[in-house]
């Protein structure tokens, strides 16, 4: 396979300098990383803390790297001392501290490679897809933009934007496009990778595949990702935007699951599905007025049946079409796959919006939110992956009794199909089921005294998983947060946990790589 990943930074073989092991509980920087850093002291305290607002811990040095071999020195410098480690921080929407370094290294990963785009034309003689490369810091949202100047886009997105590529193919990456095209992590074609040894690297499928595969959901244990190269498709120029209100579980999730297997594409299914809880009455955060797209649009309380529940269901949909598609062939694509849905009669919501307006949707929420001040308070998130079998358990346990009451925000959950997702990456996914489901539980509170204390969430939050414990659920934590190996090893079952030891071991032997995580402790093996 052609690399198309050019190193934009000399090589150099200079190695830096061993710190001098500094005093008290503040070590000293390394004076010669030969890379554009900024000390702590003399830039904003940014890389202490996240968007989680529950975590702080105050590194040693920011470094703002302007290149990958800036990113291998600074790993070089760290295992050249005896103590530091390096986390590298993308837009800082870590919920528990994840890309935070006490005393150690933080990369602003938004400093490097500002300027790299460059479009891979797709087509014969193999039929590939088109992609771009761009860097690891880039923001998804930077990389939309520009690759719709192409008439191009990605084929799987998050929700929210303001995300590194970096970050969420550190993760997964997953939306309402995953049933299709598979999370982020699955439609990658080669990334550039600085491991926890200072190499840098390029991978993929075929070439360095184990540190590929690896570093794809490895939570940044395994490298650091400075270049990617992303799958892109044609992009449409509309969506057409609807919602869907029901009453009672089993017929939501029955409905959704015949929605994901349907033929793709060419107006055979939609091309995204998600769904969420809401709550059965008028709170403006939680309940029916969160589901309508506009004021002027009427949710009918009249059309619920007096045996409705504390919460109802909303399935939202999109399907993409262009500017020149005559609406009667739109509305008669809907009319067709809205056909036998089981959804209340009467609450159906539909609007037309550009593609950008669609994915930049989130955005639009942002402003709102940091206009109301939630925005900058903590966020006790919670995300699970939970297995077909589960879901309706899962339901009546947590959303019909923890959660009947809603959480001060968006309560997502939607079906996904295992197949799109492949096994050789560090995800990891419920043990059974073709179709497992993702929960996201985004809180978007009041900072006490205004809203509930911090404290009462993240008690609901483990109430939640004890009573997915104490019923047999089948379930994974997604963007994992434990503090014990036995709980990483928990998470990753005896097979994948030898697998991600013997991955750490080749990759970051020295355990220098995202501390923050909280997995392993800096030390040789």
């Known amino acids: 396979m052609i690399a198309y990943l050019e190193r934009l930074v000399p090589e150099t073989d200079a190695e830096p300098t061993p710190p001098d092991g500094g005093k008290g509980d503040r070590p000293a920087l390394p004076d010669s990383l030969g890379i554009h850093g900024t000390s702590l002291d003399s830039c904003p305290a940014i890389a202490a803390r996240d968007f989680g607002g529950m975590a702080s811990a105050r590194p040693l040095a920011l470094v703002c790297p302007y290149g990958s071999d800036d990113v ?24 528990n501290g994840q890309a935070m370094a006490h005393m150690g290294l933080v990369i602003d990963m938004r400093c490097l490679d500002p300027g790299l785009f460059k479009v891979i034309p797709g087509g014969p003689p193999d039929g590939d897809l088109p992609s771009v490369v761009v860097s690891g810091g880039a923001l998804w949202e930077e990389v939309l933009v520009r690759c719709l100047e ?22 997964a990456g997953v939306s309402g496009q995953a049933f ?13 990778v600085v491991t926890g040894t200072g190499e840098v690297l390029v991978c993929s499928e075929k070439e360095n595949s184990e540190l590929f595969f690896g570093t794809l959901g490895g939570l940044g244990q395994f490298g650091i990702i400075t270049k990617a190269r992303i799958l ?7 969506v057409r935007w609807i919602r869907l209100v ?27 599905v998600e769904g969420f809880v809401f709550v059965h009455g008028d709170d403006p955060v939680n309940g029916w007025p969160t589901v309508p797209f506009v004021p002027d649009q009427e949710f009918d309380l009249t059309r619920l049946p007096h045996t409705a529940g504390p919460v109802l269901y ?32 009467g609450l159906e919501f539909h609007t037309d919006v550009g593609y950008s307006e669609f994915l930049m949707r989130v955005s639009h929420a942002e402003q709102q939110a940091r206009a109301s001040g939630t925005w900058d308070g903590p966020h006790p998130w919670l995300n699970l992956f939970v297995s077909k079998k ?54 978007f509170n009041q900072p006490y005294p205004l ?52 991955r750490k071991r080749r990759f970051d032997p020295m355990a220098i790589l995202a501390p923050g995580q909280k997995i392993f402790s800096r030390s040789p093996w």
Not at 152 to 170: E, K, M
């Open 72 to 95: 291998a020195r600074t790993v070089r410098a760290a295992a050249s001392s005896a103590h530091l480690t390096v986390a590298a921080r993308g837009n800082g929407h870590s919920i």
């Open 150 to 171: 192409h008439g191009l886009a990605p084929q799987s997105y998050t929700d929210y934007l303001r995300l590194t590529v970096g970050g969420t193919l550190s993760n």
């Open 180 to 192: 299709r095209h598979g999370p982020q992590t699955s439609n990658v074609a080669e990334m550039e």
């Open 232 to 238: 892109l498709q044609p992009a449409p120029d509309m």
């Open 246 to 272: 029901y009453t009672r579980f089993a017929q939501f999730a029955r409905d959704a699951e015949r929605l994901i297997d349907l033929p793709d594409g060419g107006g055979g299914s939609f091309d995204y």
């Open 314 to 345: 909303c399935l939202e949909l999109a399907l993409h079409y262009r500017t020149g598609d005559r609406p009667c062939v739109v509305d008669s694509v809907v009319k067709r796959l809205l056909g036998g849905l089981s959804y209340v009669e």
């Open 390 to 443: 589960s879901i309706g358990d899962f339901d009546r346990t947590v959303f019909n009794g923890i959660l009947r009451k809603g959480i001060g925000g968006p309560m997502l959950v939607y079906p996904l199909l295992r197949s799109r997702w492949d096994g050789r990456t560090s995800v990891v996914l419920p043990d059974s089921d073709e179709i497992f489901y993702i929960v996201a539980l985004l809180r």
């Open 451 to 502: 809203g509930p204390p911090v404290e009462a969430l993240i008690a609901q939050n483990h109430e939640i998983i004890d009573v997915c414990e104490k019923n047999g659920l089948d379930y994974k934590l997604y963007l994992p947060h434990y503090e014990s190996e036995d709980e990483w090893r928990r998470h990753f079952g005896s097979r994948g946990w030898a697998r991600f030891i013997d």
